[in-house]
Every structure is written in C-alpha cells, then in structure tokens.
C-alpha cells in the first residue's frame, strides 16, 4: 500500500492553476452580488456576458493571466458555457509559459542546461509519458511532439522569450521578423514528421534546432528544446506540466508572506501590512474576528511599520510554537491580539447552527482532505452529538479543493457502511478499474447528513460528494462541483542527475512531470472530471445555501425525542 499511497496525491486544479499563477484561490469564489438560483436569471446571464466580453479583450490584448482570471469566474457564473472550460485551458497554458518565461529561476534553469541534457530531457519524457499517463492513446510519442512544437510556435512569437533566449534584436528588425515568422511557419511540417520514440525525437529535433540557428541568432539553443519539454507536457491536460527543479524547491521561490492556509490574505500599503481579505469558510473566517482593511501592527513579535514582502515572510517563518500571532491596529483604542494556527485542522467550526425539540443541527467545515481528516471528522461528530445533542449533520465541502485522495476515502467510509465509493481508471495496475469500496458496517456513523458543495469543490472533496450521494447517503445543496475527477504523480525525471549503483538519483537538476494517471469514477459510473457533480438543489448565494441547508437538516431530524442533555449551547 505504500507505493499506492505514494501515487494517491490529489491535487486540484483550481489549485494547481492558481498556485502556478500566482493568484489566491478566492478569485474563483462566488461574488456576493450575484444572488441568483439559477444560471438561467436574467443577472446571472448579465454578469456571464459581462465576463466573456472581459476575458475576449484580454484574449486579444495578449493578457492571458486577466483573461485566465476572467475565464475562472465565467466558469462559475455559467457552468452551461460548453466553451469555457477550454478556453480556460487555453488562457491557463499561455499565462504559464509568459510566467516562466519572465521568472529568474527558470531562466538560469535553461541557461544551464546544455542542447544535449535538454534533448536528453525531452526524450525521456517520451519514454515514460506515455506508459503512465491515464490515457495512453492521448499520449503518444508522436503527438506529444506535436504538442511541443505548437508550445514552441507560441514561444517564438512572445517577446520576452525572443528577449531573453535569443539575440537581441531577433524578431525586432524587419528582415529578422520575416525570417522568424518563415521559421515559424516551417513548424507545420516539422509537426508532421513521425516520431514513434525518444531516439527519433531527439535525432528529429537536433535537426530541427540546426534549422532555426541556420535562420536566425539563438543566445541560448537549450530554451528551444525546453520550450517542447514543457508543451509535451502541459498539452495533455490542464493538470499536467514540467516543473523545473526551482518550482519544487521552496527555498527557491521568493519570498512572499502566506497565510492563505488560514484564510488570511496579506497586501502592502501606505509602508505596511495589510488584510486585504478573509475567505469565505475559512478557518479565520469562522474563528477571528479579522476584516479586510485590518492593518497588521506586528507579526510574531515584529514590528511591521514599513514592512516588505520579505520582512513579512521572515516573520512568518520566526513563529513561536503552534501559532502566529497577529497584532491588530485599531483607531483609538488598545490594539487587539489575533492567533492563527500554523497547522490549520482539516475540520474545523463545528457548532450547532439550529436547535429544535428532537435535537441540534450541527454543522461542521472539512476544507481539505489530509491523513488526519477521518479523525477529525470523527472528533466534530462525537463532540456536537455528546456534548451538544446533534442529531443532524450539516458538512461544508464549499471551497475544498482537494487533497489527499486516501484521505476522501476512507471519511467516506466514515459515514457509508457499505457500498462502493470511487473507481480509478488508469494505465497502472494500482489504478486500472481498481474499486474502492466501504465495509465499515456498524462503525460508521448513522447520523442524517446534509453537504454544501460549490464550484470551488474539487479533487478529494468530489470524491466523497459523489460517494455520499451515489449511495443515497445525504442531501447535496449548493452548486455544480468543479469537475477535477483526476490522480496526479509526481514523475521525477533523472536524465540530469547523477544516479547511485541502484539507479536512484543523488542530485535534483532534471525536474519533475506532474502527471495525470488516473481519472476518477462516481458510485454510479459518472465521469467526474470536466462534469462535476451536481447537488439534489441548486442554489448560487452562499448564505441561502446554509439556510436551504438548515431547513432540510431539520426536515431529517428523527422522530423519537432526543436524549436529555444538560443545557446544551446553542451557537448562531
């Protein structure tokens, strides 16, 4: 089971594309004044309108991260778009190739990096891409060359790349623009010569980057191979892509002060720190009393008066024991003290949200799925049921946007006695139509259960809304889920690195593949990725969910009077 456990890191793809991106999460979250219940009303379909004439103009602008963004909330505010999610895809990749061709880290990736360790590089990923990624028909040799030529093409008209990798005035001048754009356009036949393996990858794209140096001056010949390493990769799907060995190494990236975990996002101004928001069921959300605009005087002890990004993140790095400490400014009076933790439960802000004769409602937030989840869930049920007399649970899954697949299942099984819970379909035998189910019988808990979900539901967290709902298990309200019904691997590349006697690499140069290899199936044979899963009542505004939510909880309260408690707490 180790190897299996290894293998069952779920990402999320809002998270992946946000992470790579560098935008927080809460982009993607429900706008406040679009109450609709329905994609179908007149404002939803405004406000969609609205967001497609955004993302076009930035489409054509050449501003792939505004369009990217806007494409992200059109993907939540019409879910019937069949365009979007592609379109998405798209502005996604070109926003990730802009990013890594502006970032340092990557450039003195490349920049060390010869032609002949780059093709090596290349054809390794021809070698071992297509053995391992879900679909291997997808996946050919041959058509992730494709995909790295098109990735290429793009390169090559960018400017920062033709700035940063190849002479200076390649592609400016006139005649140097027109032998460029010829190259470019030879790239269609280049598409087309047949590459069935890695000896015939690397020997067809020497010849190819000859061909270019023969039309014009390239400063760095490594950036070109490269440039087909990443689009081999990225062209499969939206969740796979070539990490070079900086964006694994956290050390590596610049520093930049993150409490987004918590809930909490930061900003900079007038010479200090800010809160520039609170996420929505967050961990700070439903614990502090933080609000956006709340002006951080110190942070673990220091003084944040003319803070930068750096002085923030070392003090986030200087915590004392289990939390940061945050203190708030307030305008005549004392300032105020605010703890997050720095291990953020995966369960958090259980309490009761309704209490009626035959028992509480309780509600309690799963905001992702780590190894510690099914405990937790377990701590929240047995304390609201013992303590404060629940009868019903109402579970947050809005926001979550995965985690560990291991995790997601065995909570279902928490809460499903038997019955089956997510198939995996994949190339490897640990995920080839492999079934996993619950037999938890009498173990499991009984109690009537009511989850939210959103279209920031992802990953893990599909998984055990799909498997509760498949098996008539609970009542799902909110929105259509995201629809990232995939596994990931971290496939290490070695073609870089020095390897010992037994083939295991001593150094970190060659980077890593994060590799789709699985995708996921519901209880009752539902695709999962690019559908999501749908809730038994749709509602868009937040808060109406939590109270559609409340009332079918108490709908489902039993009918035998509750247990005596001894005042029980009721919180709102």
């Not at 060390?112 to 291997?136: C, Q």
């Not at 995966?346 to 309490?351: A, D, E, I, L």
């Amino acid at each position: 089971m180790t190897a299996w456990t290894t293998l069952c890191r779920v990402g999320n793809r809002a998270a992946v594309f946000l992470l790579l991106l560098g935008a927080p999460f809460s982009s993607l979250a429900f706008a406040a004044d679009e109450p609709s219940k329905s994609s179908k009303s007149p404002i939803a379909k405004q406000t969609a309108t609205q967001l497609r004439t955004t993302a076009e103009a930035a489409e054509k602008a050449g501003d792939w991260d505004a369009a990217f963004t806007a494409y992200c909330h059109l993907f939540v505010a019409d879910r019937n778009a069949s365009d979007v999610r592609e379109k998405l895809n798209t502005a996604l990749r070109r926003a990730q190739q802009l990013r890594r061709h502006r970032d340092p880290q990557f450039q003195r990736f490349v920049a060390t990096t010869t032609v002949s360790d780059a093709l090596n590089l290349f054809g390794e990923v021809i070698t071992k891409v297509p053995v391992l990624y879900v679909e291997r028909d997808r996946s050919t040799p041959q058509l992730l060359w494709e995909s790295g030529i098109e990735e290429l093409s793009r390169a090559l008209k960018n400017p920062t790349f033709r700035q940063v990798f190849l002479d200076s005035t390649s592609g400016d001048k006139l005649t140097d623009k027109d032998k460029l754009e010829e190259f470019r356009t030879s790239l269609r036949v280049w598409a087309k010569q047949p590459v069935t393996d890695a000896r015939i990858a690397r020997t067809t794209l020497r010849k190819l980057i000859s061909s270019a140096q023969d039309a014009f001056n390239i400063r760095v010949p490594s950036a070109l191979v490269l440039e087909m390493v990443c689009g081999a990769c990225g062209g499969l799907d939206e969740y796979t892509v070539f990490l070079s060995p900086s964006q694994l190494n956290p050390d590596s990236v610049s520093a930049i002060p993150d409490l987004s975990a918590q809930g909490v996002y930061l900003a900079f101004t007038d010479g200090g720190l800010v809160v520039s928001g609170i996420a929505f069921g967050s961990w700070a959300a439903l614990h502090t009393e933080l609000h956006k605009g709340d002006r951080i005087a110190r942070l673990n002890g220091r003084s944040m008066d003319m803070a930068t990004p750096a002085s923030a993140a070392e003090a986030l790095r200087a915590v004392d024991g289990l939390t940061h400490t945050l203190e708030i400014a307030t305008a005549g009076s004392e300032n105020f003290m605010v703890l997050l933790p720095v291990t953020v439960p995966t369960v958090y802000g259980p309490r009761v949200v309704n209490m009626k004769d035959s028992g509480a409602v309780g509600y309690a937030r799963i905001g992702s799925f780590g190894p510690n989840t099914p405990r937790e869930l377990d701590d929240a049920i047995n304390m609201l049921k013992t303590q404060q007399g629940v009868r019903v649970m109402i579970l947050d899954l809005r926001g979550n946007m995965g985690g560990s697949f291991l995790a997601s299942v065995e909570t279902a099984k928490r809460l499903i006695p038997s019955g089956l819970i997510v198939t995996t379909q994949g190339q490897l035998n640990e995920v080839a139509n492999q079934p996993f189910s619950s037999d938890s019988g009498m173990t499991a808990h009984d109690i009537p259960v009511v989850v939210l979900i959103d279209a920031e539901t992802a990953s893990a967290a599909e998984v055990l809304a799909a498997a509760l709902k498949d098996n008539n298990r609970a009542t799902l309200i909110g929105m259509p889920t995201f629809g990232k019904g995939a596994i990931q691997y971290p496939l290490k590349l070695v073609s870089l690195d020095d390897v010992d006697e037994q083939g295991k690499p001593r150094t970190n140069r060659s980077g890593t593949v994060r590799l789709t290899i699985a995708k996921l199936i519901a209880p009752r044979g539902g695709t999962i990725n690019g559908v999501g899963i749908p809730p038994h009542i749709l509602e868009a505004d937040p808060v109406q969910q939590l109270n559609l939510a409340i009332e079918k909880a108490i709908e489902l309260l039993p009918s035998a009077p509750r247990p005596l408690m001894s005042s029980p707490t009721v919180e709102p």
